[in-house]
C-alpha cells in the first residue's frame, strides 16, 4: 500500500453522505459556537453570531478564501439534506415561538399596544412598497410580478424578530418590566399581521391563477380558525393527564405533540403557504396549563436550537453572496435599504408610542427593541428566494440588512439607559423636563 | 380552476421533497406510537412495536397490500435523506448507551460476570459461524467472503441489547436485584466484545486489502485508547463547570457535547468503521459526575428516540421483504436460525451461569435476558446489509430472528417467576430441592 492508495481511499470515505454530513454539522456547530461566544462579549444575543458563522461558512468568506473548499464541503448534491434539516429545524423552532405567544396577555394588553405594533408595520411596509417600484427592473427574482415583489418588499422591511427580542429583553433583564411586556406584546400582535401578510404573498407567489390564490387563503382563514376555536379547547383533553398541573408527561406525548406539529406544518404546507406557518399555529394552540409548554420546550428546543437552526443559518449563508454587492451601487442601495428599514420600523415605533403618551426615552427605546430583525426575517427572506421573488442580490442586501438591525438593537438600548441615566441625575435639559411630566411606562405599574 | 388543475397542483405539492419529509414523518412516527401502544398490553417493551412498525411500512406489509401507495409515501429519491436521518438518530442512541454504560460498575463486578458474558458470546458466535458454512453458496450478500460472512453470521447470534435489555429490567422493576445487576454487567461485557469483533468485520469487510484492515484496526484500537485514557480524565476539566455537582449546563455545553460525538463518530467512520462506534465511545467517556450525565440523556434521548430512531425502525423495515421467504425451505431455515441462536445464547448464558453456582432458575432467567437483540442486532444487520455481506433474503431472516428472540424474552423471564413463585409455596419437586441450597442470586446480598 503506497501513500497514494491511502489518500485514495481517505477521498472516497469523503464522498460518504454520512461522512459529508458529519463534516458539516461539525463545522456548522463549531462555528455557530465560537461567532456566539465572540458576539457575547460585545453584549450582543448570540442569534448575531450565528448569522455571521452562516455568512462566514459561505462564499462571501470561506467561498472567497478558497473556492474548492467551499464545494468539497458543500457539494451540491449535499445541499438538498441539509435544506431539509434546516426546514426541520425552523418548524421546531417556529413552533416554540408559537408556544412563548401568550394568547391571553396579547388580548389583556391589546389596547395598548394594537395602535404602536399596527404603524410600527404600516410605516415600514410603505417605505418598503415605495423603494420596491425603483428596485423591481434591476432586483426582482427570475419568477415574480411587481406586486409581489412589492408587497414582499414591504414585508421584509416589517417585521420584529419576536424570539430575538425576547432574549434581549431577558438578557437585560427586561422581561418584566412596562416596557418589556409592552415591546413584547407589540413585537407579538405585530408578528401575526406580519405572518398573515406573508402568508398572503406567499399563496399569490405560488398559485398560479387568481382563483387559486383565493382557494389558498380561503383554507387557510379556514384552518387557523378550526385550530383556536375548535382543536384549542379540546387539546387538553386529548393531550390528557401531561397537561395538568404536575402531570409528567412521557415519551408518548412527545410523540403525540411531534405528530401535531408536522400534520399542522403538512397542513399549512398542502395548502399553498409554507409549512412554518402550520407549526408556529400548532405552537400557539398548545395547552398552557401546568408545566406543559416548558417540558415541550426543554425537550424540542434545546436539540433545535443547537443541531437544527445553526444549520439554518449555514444554508442561509451559502445563499448570501456579499461579492455580488461588488460596486459603490450596490453597497449605496444596502445602505439605503438599512437605513428605510430603521427609520420604518424604529421611527414609526417611537412616535406612535410618544404619541399613546410614552415618554422619548422609552419610546426611543421601544422602537430599538421593534427593530430588531434576526432570524424571522432571515426565514422570510429564503421563503422569497425560493419563491423567485428575490434575486440573489437583492436577497444579500437584505441579509446584510437583517445583520444590521438587529446589531443595532443592543447598543441602540445601552444608549437610550444612558439617557435616561442623565435624566435621573437632574443633568436633564429644561426641554425634557416637560415630558418627564407624562407618566413613562417605566413608572406606569405593570398591568 | 376546474378539479384536474387542482388535483395536478396537490401532485405537484405531494412531490416537494419537504412534503415528502413530512408526510413519512407523521406516518412513521404515529405507527410505531400505535404499535408501541399495542405491544405494551401485551407487557413487551415499546422497542418491539417500533420494530413492528417499522415492517408493517416497508415492502412487507404496505407494499404488499398497495405497491403504488409504498413507492408514492417512500420514493427511491427520499431513502438517501431518510438514511441520513435514522444514521443520526443511531450515532446518538449509540452515544446514550454509551453513557449508560458504567465502566466502574463493570470493573467491580467484572469477575463474576466475564464468564457468563464471554460463553454466551462465543458458543452462539460458534454456532453461528457453523451454520454459515451451509448458508453461503445461498445467502451471502454480493460483496463478501466465506470468512467476513461467517464472522458475521456469528456476531448477529451473539449480539444483546444493552439497551433493550435495561429497558425491560427497568419495566419489572428488577434493575437493583442482583439478577438485574449480573444481567447488565454481563450485556455490558458482552457488548463491548461484540462490537470489538464487529468492527473488526466492518473493518475487514471494507478494506481493499489485508494492509488496509490492519491499518484500520490499528488506528482504532489508537483512537479507543486515546479516548479512555488521555480524554476521558481530561473531558470534565475542558467542559468546566456544567460537569459538577449542580452545576448547570447552558446551551453551550450541549454543543460542545455535540461536536464532540460528531467528531468522534468521524474519526471511527473515516478509520474505516462505523460512526456509530465512535458515538458509542463518546457517550463512555463523557464524564459521570453530577447530573452532567442525566442533563445530556434529557435532551437529547427524547428527540432522537421520538423522531429518528422510529425512522431508524422505518428504514430497516423498507428492506425487509418478508415476501422473500416465500417457500418452506426460507421459512425452515428462518426457523433453524431463531433455534441456533437462542440455544447458543440462552443455552450458553444459563449453562455457564449454573456452573458458576447460581440456581437453575435464575441461571434461566439470566440466559433469558441475555437472548433480547432489539435494536442492537438491526443496526449491526444494517451494516451488514450496507457493506454486501448479507443478501436481502438473509437480511429478512435475522431481522426476524431480532424480533422473535426479543418478543420471547418477557414471556420467559414470566415463566422463570411463575417457577420460582412455585418453588417458594413448597410444591417443588424433590429433584429441584438440592438446587434449593445453592445460594441464588436473588439471595445473595447487593454488592
Redesign the interface.
Known amino acids: 500500500?503506497n501513500s497514494m492508495?491511502?489518500f485514495a481511499?481517505?477521498q472516497e470515505?469523503?464522498q460518504?453522505?454520512?461522512?459529508r454530513?458529519?463534516?458539516q454539522?461539525?463545522l456548522i456547530?463549531?462555528v455557530?459556537?465560537l461567532c456566539?461566544?465572540l458576539v457575547a462579549k460585545l453584549h450582543q444575543p448570540a442569534v448575531i453570531g450565528e448569522m455571521i458563522a452562516g455568512i462566514l461558512l459561505g462564499p462571501s468568506l470561506l467561498g472567497w478564501v478558497c473556492r474548492p473548499l467551499l464545494d468539497f464541503i458543500f457539494p451540491s448534491s449535499s445541499l438538498?439534506?441539509l435544506?431539509?434539516?434546516s426546514?426541520?429545524g425552523v418548524c421546531l423552532f417556529m413552533f416554540v415561538v408559537g408556544m412563548e405567544l401568550d394568547v391571553g396577555q396579547l388580548k389583556q394588553q391589546a389596547r395598548t399596544a394594537v395602535l404602536v405594533s399596527q404603524v410600527s408595520i404600516v410605516l415600514p411596509y410603505l417605505l418598503g412598497v415605495a423603494s420596491s417600484l425603483v428596485l423591481f427592473s434591476t432586483l426582482a427574482g427570475p419568477h415574480t410580478t411587481l406586486l409581489v415583489f412589492a408587497l414582499f418588499i414591504g414585508i421584509s422591511m416589517s417585521i420584529t424578530a419576536f424570539p430575538v427580542l425576547a432574549r434581549i429583553l431577558e438578557e437585560r433583564g427586561l422581561t418584566r418590566t412596562p416596557l418589556g411586556s409592552t415591546a413584547i406584546v407589540c413585537a407579538a400582535t405585530g408578528d401575526v399581521s406580519a405572518w398573515s401578510i406573508l402568508a398572503l404573498v406567499v399563496a399569490m407567489a405560488k398559485a398560479?391563477?387568481l382563483?387559486?390564490a383565493a382557494?389558498s387563503i380561503g383554507s387557510v382563514v379556514l384552518f387557523v380558525l378550526l385550530m383556536l376555536f375548535w382543536i384549542k379547547p379540546r387539546l387538553p383533553f386529548w393531550m390528557g393527564q401531561a397537561t395538568h398541573e404536575g402531570g409528567v408527561p412521557g415519551?408518548?406525548v412527545?410523540?403525540?405533540v411531534?405528530?401535531f406539529v408536522?400534520?399542522s406544518?403538512?397542513a399549512t404546507?398542502?395548502m399553498?403557504i409554507h409549512?412554518l406557518f402550520g407549526s408556529f399555529l400548532a405552537g400557539v394552540v398548545m395547552p398552557a396549563r401546568g408545566e406543559f409548554r416548558e417540558f415541550l420546550r426543554?425537550?424540542?428546543e434545546?436539540?433545535s436550537?443547537?443541531?437544527l437552526l445553526p444549520l439554518f443559518f449555514a444554508f442561509t449563508g451559502l445563499r448570501t453572496q456579499i461579492g455580488l454587492l461588488n460596486d459603490t451601487n450596490g453597497w449605496l442601495i444596502c445602505l439605503g435599504l438599512i437605513f428605510i428599514a430603521t427609520v420604518g420600523k424604529l421611527g414609526g415605533a417611537m412616535i406612535t408610542a410618544r404619541l399613546t403618551g410614552v415618554d422619548w426615552i422609552d419610546s426611543f427605546a421601544l422602537g430599538a427593541l421593534m427593530n430588531t430583525r434576526g432570524l424571522v426575517e432571515l426565514i422570510a427572506l429564503n421563503l422569497g428566494y425560493d419563491l423567485g421573488i428575490l434575486s440573489p442580490r437583492i436577497f444579500t442586501m437584505l441579509v446584510i440588512m437583517a445583520l444590521a438591525t438587529t446589531c443595532m438593537t443592543g447598543p441602540l438600548l445601552t444608549f437610550s439607559d444612558y439617557l435616561r441615566a442623565r435624566r435621573v441625575l437632574g443633568s436633564k435639559p429644561q426641554g425634557e423636563a416637560a415630558l418627564g411630566t407624562t407618566p413613562t411606562i417605566h413608572q406606569r405599574p405593570n398591568p
Open positions: 500500500m492508495s491511502l481511499n481517505l470515505n469523503f460518504d453522505p454520512l461522512t454530513l458529519f463534516i454539522l461539525i456547530v463549531l455557530a459556537r456566539g461566544r438538498g439534506t435544506r431539509l434539516l426546514q426541520i398560479k391563477s382563483a387559486f382557494l415519551k408518548g412527545t410523540a403525540s411531534a405528530i408536522f400534520a406544518a403538512l404546507d398542502l399553498g409549512a426543554l425537550r424540542l434545546n436539540f436550537s443547537v443541531f
